[in-house]
């Protein structure tokens, strides 16, 4: 069975840093691309990054370049967020998802983040 | 970035009822290499999202056949032919054509 399991959200003032984890399990995480999704408060989701197979390439939507980096480990099942410089827009869920077919074929249950004062 | 707007956006539906909603996107999604990157999925209450189709109507192992998708271009359309209580939730459309991905606000199914 395909686990996405995602950790580290919490608390953090705005210009701080976080970094989630997601374990991955019941597939082979090095034969697939990977996704993290976020849904703010009241509002719709945001594709955030994606990031190919052996990691090789990294995608962000705009409002997060810079400030956020997608990686892997492969090897240990997992996948990180490292988000530096966090605003109030960052408050989010955030999903680990997995990529097939040119979408996300299963979530996790998502980690909150929020950034307040 | 590609908008997606969907409708309507609440639909009250009869069980046992067909139920149709629409997906349109601000750009055509058919891809260079040809194909068309629609994809649908199902939000229930208090659980992760699930999807139910991927390239506009391919239905992902384990989706019941009264879930149909259809569509080119720029309109797209989910239907679902006898609605269950279990189709209850949250429906949504997210476009992988182009870069950024991008999803629809969704439609809310509630039973009458």
């Known amino acids: 069975e395909v686990q996405l399991v995602e950790s580290g959200g919490g608390l953090v003032r705005p210009g701080g840093s976080l970094r989630l984890s997601c374990a991955a399990s019941g597939f082979t995480l090095s034969s697939y691309w990977m996704s993290w999704v976020r849904q703010a408060p009241g509002k719709g989701l945001e594709w955030v990054a994606n990031i190919k197979e052996d990691g090789s390439e990294r995608y962000y939507v705009d409002s997060v370049k810079g400030r956020f980096t997608f990686s892997r480990d492969n090897a240990k099942s997992s996948l990180y967020l490292q988000m530096n410089s966090l605003r109030a827009e960052d408050t989010a869920i955030y999903y680990c998802?997995?990529?097939?077919?040119?979408?996300?074929?299963?979530w996790g249950q998502g980690t909150l983040v929020t950034v307040s004062s | 970035d590609v908008v997606m707007t969907q409708s309507p956006l609440s639909l009250p539906v009869t069980l046992g009822q067909p139920a149709s909603f629409s997906c349109r996107s601000s750009?055509?999604?058919?891809?260079?290499?040809?194909?068309?990157?629609l994809n649908w999925f199902q939000r229930r209450p208090g659980q992760s999202p699930r999807r139910l189709l991927y390239?506009?109507?391919n239905r992902e192992s384990g989706v019941p056949d009264r879930f149909s998708g259809s569509g080119s271009g720029t309109d797209f359309t989910l239907k679902i032919i006898r609605v269950e209580a279990e189709d209850v939730g949250l429906y949504f459309c997210?476009?992988?054509?182009?870069?950024?991905?991008?999803f629809g606000q969704g439609t809310k199914v509630e039973i009458k």
């Open positions: 998802a997995r990529v097939r077919k040119y979408g996300v074929d299963y």
């Open positions: 997210m476009q992988g054509t182009h870069w950024p991905w991008t």
């Open positions: 750009q055509s999604l058919v891809h260079s290499d040809g194909n068309t990157y």
């Open positions: 390239q506009v109507s």
